[in-house]
């Protein structure tokens, strides 16, 4: 279950930052409706997937010069925190 809930934040941090490359000026309220629209999880799921969302959202602003891969993978080290 814990590999299935890392795998989904992934995943839903990657949907986050491909919707943000594609919409540049679209806001983390926005990016987190799309987000969720695009996958069918559970309630616990889906708030690991938001956390992961806003967790990936942060690094990118923070360190704007990161590739997607880069961020994701700064989610990575980072996931038992969020």
Excluded: C, F, G
């Excluded at 695009?38 to 992961?52: D, E, G, M, T, V």
């Excluded at 360190?63 to 925190?81: A, G, H, R, S, V």
């Amino acid at each position: 279950m814990k590999q299935d809930r890392e795998i989904m934040m992934i995943s839903a941090a990657s949907e986050a930052l491909k919707y943000k490359n594609a919409n540049p000026k679209m806001n983390s309220e926005k990016i987190i409706q799309h987000v969720m629209s695009s996958l069918r999880l559970n309630l616990n799921l889906k708030i690991s997937a938001i956390a992961a969302v806003n967790e990936a959202l942060k690094i990118k602003e923070k360190n704007p010069n990161l590739t997607d891969k880069q961020t994701l993978q700064e989610l990575m080290n980072n996931i038992e925190k969020v």
